[in-house]
DNA sequence: CAGCATCCTGTGCGATACTG
DNA sequence: CAGTATCGCACAGGATGCTG
């Protein structure tokens, strides 16, 4: 039982902690998800508290690894969408067992507008 | 696509972030679940790097969280044990599609002690 | 051995004002 | 509209020394 053979290595998680362990890391990359497409101001409001500096220092952070799309359309006033890439996608994906194990935690009560099933 | 159907809510996640996402986190939990059992300074040894006060305000928190559990020997010198919950453990595995889809990153080249599975 | 107390630094992040 | 610039605070977490 303590040997290698299900001993879990956390190296690949590497520097993604850094940037999903944030404050508003899943929260951002779920709203967007949510909505497959969503703009700067959008996000705003949607993510309600976050401060624009911050917000706009994720988004940087997540087109450098590749996580969201930046579609720029060249107007004005200006217009910007962003979206998941493939990876991002796959991110949000990957975080649902993490959601329903905290979930179980004791008998679950809606508290927010999504249906949660009882345990 | 755009409707509540597949939306995600990570409002179970709230305050959970907030320990697993900080640096040592999900470290300590899976240290602890490749070993069994821990004691203080061999955590100390194995999370290279480490101080000693960041870790004990970490075991705190876990415990606090139920996330491990503590077993203390009376003797001289004091001798204590550090071992998962089975909330802890389901934790442990509750991230593993994290590490598939992070170590999903280009291909992957093992950098640590342990074999990883090139994509 | 298993921590706690203290000090110190870096930085995440909010608030606000400003710009192309 | 989509950000940037600046300021300020709270807190994570490292280093070190001490204690039961």
Chains 1, 2 share one sequence.
Not at 11 to 23: E, V
Not at 65 to 90: A, C, D, N, W
Request: include cysteine; charge should be positive.
């Amino acid at each position: 039982m303590k040997d290698q053979s299900n001993a879990i290595c956390l190296c690949p998680l590497d520097g993604i902690i850094d940037t999903i362990g944030k404050k508003w890391g899943l929260l951002i990359i779920n709203e967007i998800g949510n909505h497959g497409k969503l703009r700067y101001n959008e996000l705003m409001s949607e993510l309600a508290g976050i401060s624009p500096s911050t917000l706009a220092s994720m988004l940087k952070d997540f087109e450098r690894e590749k996580l969201i799309e930046k579609e720029v359309f060249k107007q004005i006033p200006p217009r910007v969408e962003y979206s998941l890439s493939t990876r991002g996608r796959e991110l949000r994906e990957a975080i649902i067992p993490l959601i329903k194990w905290a979930t179980k935690k004791g008998n679950y009560t809606v508290h927010c507008s999504c249906t949660l099933v009882k345990k």
